[in-house]
């Protein structure tokens, strides 16, 4: 099904990597990559539930747009443990403009496909994700 602003198709790996984190929480985060030569958002990297956020963020290219969601595990001021599933738009400053572009226009028909995203996130540098800014928008 091809996103009618982008012409945008999303992978169907995509959105059984997203439910598989979702409902089983068998992956820690994944990366999407759009593969412009076939018009399509497809699965780049899942990470296992072992991963931390700092193996999440070396995942993510300095100087290219990625798509990725992070289920992130943490303990309220109450002591309860939670879980939130973050959209994390990466679009660096270095990236190509037409790559950013790419990504601007097919973000919102993508993230529509993965249902349960809790919390979203855009980022042009590292420190615009830090934890201390996840922890932050989790709570």
């Known amino acids: 099904m091809a996103n009618s602003a982008s012409g945008m198709a999303v992978n169907d790996e995509c959105k059984l990597k ?24 497809r699965v780049e990297r899942v990470g296992s539930p072992e991963e931390t956020y700092d193996d999440f963020t070396a995942c993510l290219p300095a100087d290219e747009c990625r798509y990725a969601v992070f289920d992130f595990d943490f ?34 028909r993508f993230k529509r496909e993965l249902d349960g995203i809790q919390v979203e996130l855009q980022a042009t540098d590292p420190s615009e994700m830090s934890l201390d800014i996840v922890k932050g928008r989790a709570l």
Do not use: G
């Open 18 to 41: 997203f439910l598989e984190l979702k409902a089983k929480r068998n992956h820690r985060f994944i990366v999407f990559k759009i593969d412009e030569r076939i018009q399509q958002v």
């Open 75 to 108: 303990i309220t001021d109450e002591n309860c443990q939670k879980s939130k599933i973050f959209f994390i738009a990466w679009s660096p400053d270095t990236s190509k403009v037409r790559s950013k572009m790419l990504y601007a226009s097919s973000k919102d």
